[in-house]
């Protein structure tokens, strides 16, 4: 049944009341999740399917930003870039692909994979698995309770018999530069969703979206200049990502100035017009600013049961907010890996550990993720940056493994060394370092940079996660000529 402005209300296993003075309607459900992104989504399907009647707050686009703004286009726009890049490594193929990239071709192909900014996919699944779908902005207003405001000012208000799952994600930062709002610059939202190239981008940043953004743009045909305040790119992994990458997206005609700040920037006939504290003045049509996230969390009600707004939401391994016994917050909200794939994990661990509360158990045997613990966020964290070359690395870098207090040792290898590598690519550049745990003989991390690395690092991911013994990865046989035979290179390697 849809009833009210795009607010659609199942009666069958809710209860309703309507409060005489206001005419507010009240409706109870088991859980209430606030925001349906790809984590609100999950959650809501592990609540239910463990029976729990569940309602879903939106205020904007089923899918979050993942499907619309993030993950989907950016991938959707770096696939043909990569598989060009790929190709022009492979003698005998190199020449038929030395052209342009087929720029409008590559939009509409991103357009496509976001359903044109529909989210008529992903109502139809929620539905199916049986949640209910309020279309509005909704904010706490006081314990197990949120009050939805629909598009059209119709207010109800949604009460939780078990739980609140706050999953309301992050949006873009921006930086505190005098006169920034007027000159319209682009966010991820921007440089994911534009339908047209622009001929010079400017990119601040020097993290996964800049350098993604940076090296798609830079292929599709823009003139990119790289502004990056540190020492270089990707400094949440090891120095060498950074490193390498930046080589490449130089070599591929963009402009990469590391150390270097924005001190303003105007628009001026119709150009944006940067100034860096080096006094370089740099001309461009679009300029992007890839310079943080921030939590969705300034205007969700969360004064109404004592949390401050704006901020962060700290939980505890199985995603309940500290000080409380019924409020969750998973994904990025609460900044413990803005990634999806370990939003998604967060999801089925809170939504088992709801309904396991609510039946008064607290470990059924029958779930795969055990003790309701997100315990791979502290150690195991896999990441892809989706540049030329790739950038995958999962658990500690050598520097926080020591900052941990680990005794570690990094092997590194270029993949040279790997048969497999040169097959797939001539001249492949790219290197592997895994960081030894030399107490226990574990991998504390793997870092691997190359192309086509993206789809080997769960073969790391699992080392990592199942803490798999160093004489154990002997008898893990990678097959000849691929490239996992960096594996062997690293053991032998390790082993001296
Ligand atoms: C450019 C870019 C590329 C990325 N690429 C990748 C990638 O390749 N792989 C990867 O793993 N991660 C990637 N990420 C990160 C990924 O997008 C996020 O980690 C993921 O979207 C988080 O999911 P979420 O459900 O927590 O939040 P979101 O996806 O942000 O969803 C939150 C939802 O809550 C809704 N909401 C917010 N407030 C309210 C309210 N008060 N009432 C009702 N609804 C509300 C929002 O409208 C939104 O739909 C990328 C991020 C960016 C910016």
């Given at each position: 049944?849809?009833?009210g402005?795009?607010t659609?209300?199942?009666t069958?296993h809710?209860?309703?009341?309507?409060?005489?003075?206001t005419e507010?309607?009240t409706i109870?459900?088991d859980?209430v999740?606030?925001?349906?992104?790809?984590v609100g989504?999950n959650l809501?399907?592990?609540t239910?399917?463990a029976g729990l009647?569940?309602?879903v707050?939106?205020?904007?686009?089923?899918g979050g930003e993942?499907s619309?703004?993030?993950?989907m286009?950016?991938?959707?726009?770096l696939r043909p870039?990569?598989?060009?890049a790929d190709?022009?490594r492979?003698?005998?193929?190199?020449q038929s692909?030395?052209?342009?990239l087929?720029?409008?071709?590559?939009l509409a192909h991103?357009n496509y994979?976001?359903?044109?900014?529909?989210?008529?996919?992903?109502v139809?699944?929620?539905e199916s698995?049986?949640?209910?779908i309020?279309?509005?902005?909704?904010?706490l207003?006081?314990?197990?309770?949120?009050t939805?405001?629909?598009?059209?000012g119709?207010?109800r208000v949604?009460?939780?018999?078990?739980a609140?799952a706050?999953s309301?994600?992050?949006?873009a930062?921006l930086?505190?530069l005098?006169?920034?709002?007027?000159?319209?610059?682009?966010?991820?939202r921007?440089?994911?969703s534009?339908?047209?190239?622009?001929g010079?981008l400017?990119v601040?940043?020097?993290?996964?979206v800049?350098?993604?953004?940076a090296t798609?743009?830079q292929?599709?045909?823009?003139?990119v200049?790289?502004l990056v305040?540190g020492?270089?790119?990707?400094?949440?992994?090891?120095p060498?990502a950074g490193e390498l990458?930046?080589e490449?997206?130089n070599?591929?005609g963009?402009d990469?100035?590391t150390?270097?700040?924005?001190v303003s920037?105007?628009?001026?006939n119709g150009s944006?017009?940067?100034?860096t504290?080096?006094?370089?003045?740099?001309?461009?049509d679009e300029?992007?600013?890839?310079?943080?996230?921030?939590?969705r969390?300034d205007?969700i009600?969360?004064?109404?049961?004592?949390l401050?707004?704006g901020?962060?939401?700290?939980?505890?391994?199985?995603?309940r907010?500290?000080?409380t016994?019924w409020?969750?917050?998973v994904?990025?909200v609460?900044?413990?890996a803005l990634l999806?794939?370990?939003?998604k994990?967060q999801?089925r661990?809170a939504g088992?550990?709801?309904a396991?509360?609510?039946?008064?158990?607290?470990?059924?045997?029958?779930?795969?993720?055990?003790?309701?613990?997100?315990?791979a966020d502290?150690?195991a964290?896999?990441?892809v940056v989706?540049?030329?070359?790739?950038a995958a690395?999962?658990?500690l870098s050598?520097?926080e493994a020591e900052?941990a207090?680990?005794?570690?040792?990094a092997?590194?290898v270029?993949?040279s060394?790997v048969?497999?590598?040169g097959?797939?690519?001539?001249?492949?550049r790219?290197?592997?370092?895994?960081?030894?745990?030399l107490?226990?003989?574990i991998l504390?991390?793997v870092?691997?940079?190359g192309?086509?690395?993206?789809e080997?690092?769960?073969s790391?991911?699992i080392a990592?996660?199942?803490?798999?013994?160093?004489?154990?990865?002997?008898h893990a046989v990678?097959?000849y000529?691929t490239?996992?035979?960096?594996w062997?290179r690293?053991?032998e390697a390790?082993?001296?």
């Amino acid at each position: 049944m849809v009833s009210g402005a795009h607010t659609r209300v199942a009666t069958s296993h809710t209860t309703h009341q309507t409060d005489p003075m206001t005419e507010t309607e009240t409706i109870a459900y088991d859980v209430v999740v606030l925001g349906a992104g790809p984590v609100g989504e999950n959650l809501a399907d592990r609540t239910r399917a463990a029976g729990l009647t569940t309602a879903v707050v939106e205020s904007e686009l089923i899918g979050g930003e993942c499907s619309y703004w993030a993950c989907m286009p950016s991938k959707a726009l770096l696939r043909p870039v990569i598989a060009r890049a790929d190709a022009r490594r492979v003698p005998g193929l190199s020449q038929s692909v030395q052209g342009p990239l087929d720029a409008a071709a590559v939009l509409a192909h991103r357009n496509y994979y976001t359903s044109e900014w529909k989210d008529d996919g992903q109502v139809d699944w929620l539905e199916s698995i049986g949640a209910d779908i309020y279309r509005g902005h909704g904010r706490l207003t006081g314990e197990r309770t949120v009050t939805v405001t629909a598009p059209d000012g119709e207010r109800r208000v949604l009460t939780a018999r078990h739980a609140v799952a706050v999953s309301t994600g992050s949006r873009a930062q921006l930086p505190d530069l005098p006169g920034l709002a007027d000159i319209k610059p682009w966010t991820s939202r921007e440089a994911t969703s534009a339908q047209s190239v622009p001929g010079r981008l400017v990119v601040v940043g020097g993290g996964v979206v800049a350098t993604e953004m940076a090296t798609a743009w830079q292929a599709l045909g823009s003139k990119v200049t790289v502004l990056v305040r540190g020492k270089g790119l990707l400094n949440r992994m090891e120095p060498f990502a950074g490193e390498l990458v930046a080589e490449a997206l130089n070599e591929a005609g963009a402009d990469v100035r590391t150390g270097t700040s924005v001190v303003s920037v105007s628009r001026e006939n119709g150009s944006v017009v940067v100034v860096t504290d080096r006094g370089d003045r740099i001309e461009a049509d679009e300029i992007l600013f890839a310079t943080g996230r921030a939590p969705r969390t300034d205007d969700i009600g969360l004064d109404t049961v004592g949390l401050e707004p704006g901020g962060w939401l700290a939980v505890d391994d199985s995603l309940r907010v500290t000080g409380t016994d019924w409020l969750y917050a998973v994904g990025d909200v609460n900044h413990r890996a803005l990634l999806t794939h370990e939003g998604k994990y967060q999801a089925r661990i809170a939504g088992a550990a709801i309904a396991a509360r609510a039946s008064g158990t607290t470990t059924p045997a029958s779930e795969p993720w055990g003790a309701h613990a997100a315990t791979a966020d502290h150690a195991a964290v896999p990441q892809v940056v989706f540049t030329d070359p790739e950038a995958a690395a999962v658990g500690l870098s050598l520097a926080e493994a020591e900052q941990a207090g680990h005794r570690v040792r990094a092997v590194d290898v270029e993949f040279s060394s790997v048969a497999g590598a040169g097959l797939y690519a001539d001249g492949y550049r790219g290197r592997a370092r895994m960081v030894v745990d030399l107490e226990e003989e574990i991998l504390r991390g793997v870092t691997f940079v190359g192309p086509g690395v993206g789809e080997l690092i769960h073969s790391a991911t699992i080392a990592v996660a199942g803490q798999v013994p160093i004489s154990r990865l002997w008898h893990a046989v990678p097959p000849y000529p691929t490239i996992s035979e960096v594996w062997l290179r690293l053991l032998e390697a390790y082993r001296g």
